[in-house]
C-alpha cells in the first residue's frame, strides 16, 4: 500500500504603511493583522449521481483543522486552511420490514484556499480551490432496524484516486473578534475512480459543511 506523504507549508506576508503626519492615521497591515485559528464542524456529503447510484444519499461526516488569514487589501483576505475532512455517501433500503443501510466513507487531509472577501468587517463570502489527500476508504454495511454491522471492509484506497480537487463557495459570519460560524459547499471536479470504464459517467465528491471557527 502506497504510503502517503503530505507537504503542506503556510506562507504569511507582512505588508506596513507609514504614518506620514500626526493628525493623518493610516491602518498599517503588519504581521500582526494575520489570525491563525482552528475549525470544525460537520459534513453533509454525497456522490455525484450516474446510472449505479440511484438510490445514493448523503451521508454525515465532519471536519477539523486549522487556517491562516491573511490580509491581502482593506476588505479582501486569503484562507489557507489544512482539514481532516470526511465524504461519501450512504443509501438505505428495506428489505421484509427491515431497513438496511450501505455507507462509503472516504477520508481526506483537505488543504482549501479561499479568497475572502469581506462585505463588512464581521460578514465575508469567498470561494476558491479545495485540494484532497485520500488517508482512508471503507464501507459498512448494517441492520439500521436491530443496529446490527452486517460487514465492513478495510482499507481499500488503492482502488481510487487518492488526489482530490474541488470548488469552494461559502460565507462566514464572526459574533465577536474571535468567534464565528461558516457555511461551504464543496463540488468536486475531479474523478474518484482510479480506472473508469469508457463511456461512464465520473463520480466526483460533493458536500455542504458547517460549522465554528475560532481566531486567536
Same mark, same amino acid.
Given at each position: 500500500?502506497?504510503? /502517503?506523504?503530505?507537504?503542506?507549508?503556510?506562507?504569511?506576508?507582512?505588508?506596513?504603511?507609514?504614518?506620514?503626519?500626526?493628525?493623518?492615521?493610516?491602518?498599517?497591515?503588519?504581521?500582526?493583522?494575520?489570525?491563525?485559528?482552528?475549525?470544525?464542524?460537520?459534513?453533509?456529503?454525497? /456522490?455525484?449521481?450516474?446510472?449505479? /447510484?440511484?438510490?445514493?444519499?448523503?451521508?454525515?461526516?465532519?471536519?477539523?483543522?486549522?487556517?491562516?488569514?491573511?490580509?491581502? *487589501?482593506? =476588505? %479582501? =483576505?486569503?484562507?489557507?486552511?489544512? /482539514?481532516?475532512?470526511?465524504?461519501?455517501?450512504?443509501?438505505?433500503?428495506?428489505? *421484509?420490514?427491515?431497513?438496511?443501510?450501505? *455507507?462509503?466513507?472516504?477520508?481526506?487531509?483537505?488543504?482549501?484556499?479561499? %479568497?475572502?472577501? #469581506?462585505?463588512?468587517?464581521?460578514?465575508?463570502?469567498?470561494?476558491?480551490?479545495?485540494?484532497? %489527500?485520500?488517508?482512508?476508504?471503507?464501507?459498512?454495511?448494517?441492520?439500521?432496524? #436491530?443496529?446490527?454491522?452486517?460487514?465492513?471492509?478495510?482499507?481499500?484506497?488503492? #482502488?481510487?484516486?487518492?488526489?482530490?480537487?474541488?470548488?469552494?463557495?461559502?460565507?462566514?459570519?464572526?459574533?465577536?473578534?474571535?468567534?464565528?460560524?461558516?457555511?461551504?459547499?464543496?463540488?468536486?471536479?475531479?474523478?474518484?475512480?482510479?480506472?473508469?470504464?469508457?463511456?461512464?459517467?465520473?463520480?466526483? #465528491?460533493?458536500?455542504?459543511?458547517?460549522?465554528?471557527?475560532?481566531? %486567536?
Amino acid at each position: 500500500m502506497k504510503k /502517503l506523504i503530505l507537504g503542506i507549508a503556510v506562507l504569511s506576508t507582512s505588508l506596513a504603511f507609514a504614518q506620514t503626519t500626526t493628525t493623518t492615521t493610516t491602518r498599517s497591515m503588519s504581521s500582526s493583522d494575520v489570525r491563525f485559528g482552528i475549525k470544525a464542524g460537520m459534513n453533509v456529503s454525497s /456522490l455525484s449521481k450516474n446510472e449505479t /447510484l440511484e438510490d445514493q444519499g448523503s451521508k454525515i461526516g465532519f471536519n477539523a483543522g486549522v487556517f491562516a488569514n491573511i490580509p491581502v *487589501a482593506e =476588505s %479582501f =483576505s486569503i484562507q489557507p486552511e489544512v /482539514l481532516y475532512s470526511q465524504y461519501g455517501d450512504k443509501y438505505d433500503y428495506v428489505v *421484509a420490514g427491515n431497513r438496511y443501510s450501505y *455507507a462509503n466513507h472516504l477520508d481526506y487531509v483537505t488543504v482549501p484556499v479561499m %479568497f475572502q472577501y #469581506n462585505f463588512i468587517p464581521n460578514l465575508y463570502v469567498e470561494a476558491g480551490p479545495e485540494f484532497g %489527500f485520500m488517508v482512508s476508504a471503507k464501507n459498512k454495511a448494517k441492520n439500521e432496524t #436491530n443496529n446490527d454491522v452486517l460487514a465492513e471492509s478495510g482499507n481499500y484506497k488503492d #482502488n481510487f484516486n487518492t488526489f482530490n480537487v474541488g470548488i469552494g463557495l461559502g460565507a462566514g459570519y464572526y459574533f465577536t473578534d474571535n468567534i464565528g460560524i461558516t457555511a461551504r459547499y464543496v463540488a468536486g471536479v475531479t474523478d474518484i475512480a482510479k480506472d473508469r470504464p469508457a463511456n461512464s459517467d465520473a463520480v466526483r #465528491n460533493n458536500a455542504f459543511q458547517v460549522g465554528l471557527a475560532y481566531k %486567536f
